[in-house]
């Protein structure tokens, strides 16, 4: 290839592989090491590293997985790390507390789902999926000591969230420090060129290139992915906060979902979770909200089932929500109960992610039953097959009995 070309090339990939991210530790090493690949022919190693401590993947997981996908698209060699060892620790980014230590068995578990799930997003096939477990059990006592000489406790209580407890009175255990160590040598074993993480894990991204220079290595670039903000628009997606979308959600659910974010969260979940371009994204924003939205809406959808079953989402969408044609297939809520507590009700239906959010809807007369308003917060349900529960303007469920 010309020198030209090569430079083109970098440039181009770059630009592909930069969209989205938070930071690149640092741009020119990484822009050295896609040139050194492109001339000499040879993929750079690429890893994602996984705790399988859920079960469930939603958008904000999809983010660090569209970005491999990118890279295999590219040609580069991908390795899905799934930490079949770290995850018996736990990573303590984020966490009050220590975590508690899971079981080789509920690790197992939980990963039987997990890879079919990223077969959505990434050709499994294309890609090296690997264990940890297979090189961190073999350690023997001096060479876990070797490790742990090359850092210290000061560089350790660095971390935020490390800090913070110990500035609160609250324990850290040895064992947690031993997590971005061992996070750190995962990137040794695998001779890792590249390693994404999100903002919180840049820590541990970091301590991969102390520990790869201190073992003679090339280091790693640190792609620091940001954090999906939930559909609540404040805190960070979460199945526990209720606020996410799984990658397995329906066409419509997806659609649906989207159609419920604020009009301030649209320009990052276009840059996050589309690959349309940003010059073109600034033109649709400039268009009016709502079909910047339902253009939105349907790119994401397009992207997990298809253009056909994109323009079926936003017809159904149409229909019910704009037309309020309720003649056409809606979510349903399977139940054999009689009845239950409005409050109840919505909870069980994951309509709302607290009693207080539930109170302020009944409040503004957002929640209805056949289309009326529920007047009571205390007010019980009769839950009679076919009645429609709508809640605010983008949920709504059929009851089947």
Known sequence: MLEENIKKEVERQFEILSRGCDEILNINEFKSKLENSIRNNKPLKVKLGIDPTGSELHLGHAVPLRKLKQFQELGHEVNFLI????????????????????????????????????????????????????????????????????????????????????????PVSLIEFMYPILQAYDSVELHADVELGATEQKFNLLRGRDLQKNFGQEQQICMIMPILVGLDGVEK???????????????????????????????????????????????????????????????????????????????WFEDVFSNKNLNVELPEYNTDKDELPILELLQELKFISSNSEGRRLVDQRAVKINDKPVENINEIIKLENGIIVRCGKKKIVRVVK
Request: negative net charge.
């Open 237 to 315: 997606m979460s199945k526990s906060l209720g606020n996410y979308i799984s990658v397995q959600d329906s066409p419509t659910d997806m659609f649906g979902k989207i159609m419920s974010i604020s009009d301030d969260l649209m320009k990052n979940y276009y840059e996050m979770i589309t690959e349309i371009p940003m010059n073109e994204v600034e033109e649709i924003l400039k268009g009016h909200p709502m079909e910047a939205k339902k253009n939105l809406a349907g790119e994401l959808v397009k992207i997990y089932y298809g253009e056909e079953k994109a323009r079926e989402a936003r017809s």
């Open 83 to 170: 930490g079949t060892f770290t995850a018996r620790i736990g990573d303590p980014t984020g966490r009050s507390e220590t975590r508690k230590v899971l079981s080789f068995d509920q690790i197992k578990e939980n990963i039987k789902t997990y890879l079919e799930q990223v077969s959505i997003i990434l050709d499994l096939d294309k890609i090296k999926v690997v264990y940890n477990h297979e090189w961190l059990e073999t350690l023997k006592l001096d060479e876990v000591l070797k490790l742990l000489s090359m850092f210290t406790v000061s560089q350790m209580i660095q971390r935020e969230d490390f800090s913070k407890r110990l500035s609160n009175n609250q």
